[in-house]
C-alpha cells in the first residue's frame, strides 16, 4: 500500500514510526511547510518525494492513501481534496474547526465511498480500550467521567518545544478528544455547556475552558482545559463507573487507587498511534468503515458546533 503523509512535524514524525512497524506499507511523499526541513525528514525515514504541494503528492503513481497530520485550519480543505482525488484518507483530529467543514467532509466522503477516518487517538489507547471492551460485555458502566487537559503554552510552541506556524486551539482540538470518548463509552451527549477565560491577547484564544457534558444513559462528564498550567503536562482521564475507577494516563492505565492495570493482549501494540494507523490501513484492505470514521465522529464536532455558540454568545 502506498501511502503519502502531509505534516512533516512533531506528530507526522509519530506517523512515521507506526507506518514503519506495519507490513505492507511504504510512505512514498511527504508534503511539509518548508521544503529544507521536509527534506530532513523525507531523508531519515527513506521517503522518495519531499514537496510542499499536496498536489505533488496526490499525483503520485499508485498512490492509495494519505495522512493529514497538518495545522487544524487546513484539515478539512485537504481531506476534499484527498477524497476528490480519489484517495483514502486519514486526518488527524481534529476533522475541521468548523461544525460546516466538518460536515462538508462528511457528505464528500459519503458520496465517494472511500476510507475516511479522523485521528480520535483515544479511541485507540490501549488503556481506554479496556475500559470500553469491559463496557461492551456488561461488567460497568461509566458513572463519571473527570478530565482535566493541561499545557503550558503560552507561547505557540509546539510538542518539540519549537516555534509553531500556526495556532492550537483547545475547544475544536482538545476538546475534541474527549467529547468523542465521552460518547464512544457512555453514550449519546444530550446536553453540554461550556464557559471561558480570559482571551489570549497575541494567540486571540481562550487559554482556560471548562465543559460539561450529559449522555443519554444519565452519566456526566467534567472536562478541564488549559494552556496556563505549569505543573504535569497531557490529558489525565478519570473513570468513576458503578463497579470501580480507573485513570488512564495515554496508553498507560491504573485503578483509583494507582494500581497498574495490565493491559496486554487488548491489542497487538501498547502504541495508540500505531494501533490507530493499522485501523486505518486495515479497513482499506478490508473495504470497511473503520473506527473513528468521519461519520461516526461527527456527532463530536455537532457538540463542538452547539459549545462554540454558548461561548460567543450566541445562544
Same mark, same amino acid.
Given at each position: =500500500?502506498?501511502? /503519502? ?23 512514498? $511523499? +511527504? ?21 510542499? @504541494? ?28 484527498? +477524497? ?9 483530529? *481534529?476533522?475541521?474547526? &468548523?461544525?460546516?467543514?466538518? @460536515? ?19 479511541? !485507540?489507547? *490501549? ?9 461492551? /460485555? ?13 499545557? !503550558? ?22 476538546? /475534541? ?17 461550556? =464557559? %471561558? ?6 494567540? $486571540? ?18 472536562? &478541564? ?7 504535569? +503536562? ?18 498507560? +492505565?491504573?485503578?483509583?487507587?494507582? @494500581? ?18 493499522? @485501523?486505518?490501513?486495515? /479497513? ?8 473513528? &470514521? ?15 455558540? %454558548? ?5
Amino acid at each position: =500500500m502506498k501511502v /503519502a503523509l502531509a505534516g512533516a512535524g512533531a506528530f507526522g514524525e509519530k506517523h512515521l514510526d507506526a507506518l514503519a512497524r506495519i507490513d505492507g506499507v511504504e510512505v512514498v $511523499g +511527504l508534503v511539509g511547510r518548508t521544503l529544507e526541513s521536509t527534506q530532513k525528514v523525507a531523508e531519515k525515514y527513506g521517503i522518495g518525494l519531499a514537496t510542499t @504541494e499536496l498536489d505533488e503528492a496526490l499525483a503520485q503513481p499508485g498512490l492509495d492513501a494519505v495522512i493529514l497530520a497538518t495545522p487544524t485550519q487546513l484539515h478539512a480543505s485537504q481531506a476534499l481534496a484527498c +477524497l476528490n482525488a480519489g484517495k483514502h484518507v486519514q486526518v488527524e483530529i *481534529p476533522l475541521a474547526d &468548523s461544525l460546516a467543514d466538518a @460536515e462538508a467532509v462528511a457528505a464528500r466522503a459519503a458520496e465517494t465511498g472511500l476510507v475516511a477516518m479522523v485521528g480520535h487517538t483515544r479511541r !485507540f489507547n *490501549p488503556s481506554h480500550q479496556y475500559i470500553h471492551n469491559r463496557i461492551q /460485555a456488561g461488567e460497568l458502566s461509566v458513572q463519571q467521567m473527570d478530565v482535566q487537559t493541561y499545557f !503550558f503554552r503560552r507561547t505557540n510552541i509546539n510538542a518539540k518545544g519549537e516555534p509553531r506556524s500556526w495556532t492550537d486551539h483547545l475547544l475544536w482540538h482538545h476538546a /475534541a478528544h474527549t467529547v468523542d470518548l465521552f460518547a464512544w463509552q457512555a453514550g449519546p451527549i444530550v446536553e453540554a455547556h461550556a =464557559m %471561558q477565560g480570559p482571551i489570549h491577547p497575541d494567540l $486571540g484564544i481562550a487559554m482556560d475552558i471548562s465543559i460539561q457534558l450529559k449522555a443519554e444513559s444519565g452519566a456526566i462528564c467534567t472536562l &478541564s482545559l488549559s494552556f496556563n498550567n505549569d505543573g504535569p +503536562l497531557g490529558t489525565f482521564f478519570r473513570y468513576i463507573c458503578d463497579n470501580g475507577t480507573w485513570i488512564a494516563r495515554y496508553d498507560d +492505565l491504573v485503578t483509583g487507587r494507582e @494500581e497498574a492495570v495490565d493491559l496486554t493482549g487488548v491489542a497487538v501494540s501498547s502504541n495508540g498511534i500505531e494501533l490507530q494507523d493499522r @485501523e486505518f490501513v486495515s /479497513a482499506i484492505r478490508e473495504g470497511r468503515e473503520p473506527r473513528a &470514521s468521519v461519520a461516526q465522529v461527527l456527532p463530536c464536532y455537532r457538540v463542538l458546533g452547539a459549545l462554540e455558540k %454558548q461561548l460567543a454568545g450566541k445562544v
